[in-house]
C-alpha cells in the first residue's frame, strides 16, 4: 500500500506472521520530531542539527482467523514500514 492510504480508524489485512494473517485497526498518526547534532560541531560551540519528522502509526491488532478482540496493548510502527506491511484495507468488524 501507499503512505497516504493510511487512514485514522481504518483496518487492515498485514502480511502473514508465522502463516498467521493479522488485523489492525489505525487508532492515531503521531509526528515525532527527532533531533541529532554532529558531536564536534557542538564541542566546538556550533549549533548546527538535524531535525527529522517522522510519521508513526499506533495501532491495535488482532488475529484475523479467531477475532475475539482487539490487543490491550498499543503497538507502534514508522509509515513507510507499515505500508509495506499492509496489504489489504479490511471492514472493521
Not at 489505525?26 to 560551540?45: P, Y
Not at 549549533?47 to 482487539?70: C, D, N, Q
Amino acid at each position: 500500500m501507499n503512505p497516504d492510504e493510511i487512514k485514522i480508524d481504518h483496518c487492515y489485512l498485514m502480511r502473514p506472521i508465522h502463516r498467521r494473517r493479522i488485523v489492525v485497526r489505525v487508532t492515531k498518526l503521531l509526528n515525532v520530531t527527532t533531533g541529532m547534532a554532529a558531536s564536534e560541531d557542538v564541542q566546538q560551540g556550533g549549533t548546527e542539527s538535524l531535525t527529522m519528522k517522522p510519521i508513526m502509526v499506533r495501532f491495535v491488532w488482532r488475529h484475523a482467523a479467531y477475532p475475539t478482540g482487539w490487543s490491550a496493548s498499543q503497538q507502534q510502527l514508522p509509515l513507510d514500514t507499515f505500508a509495506l506491511a499492509a496489504e489489504d484495507y479490511v471492514a472493521c468488524s
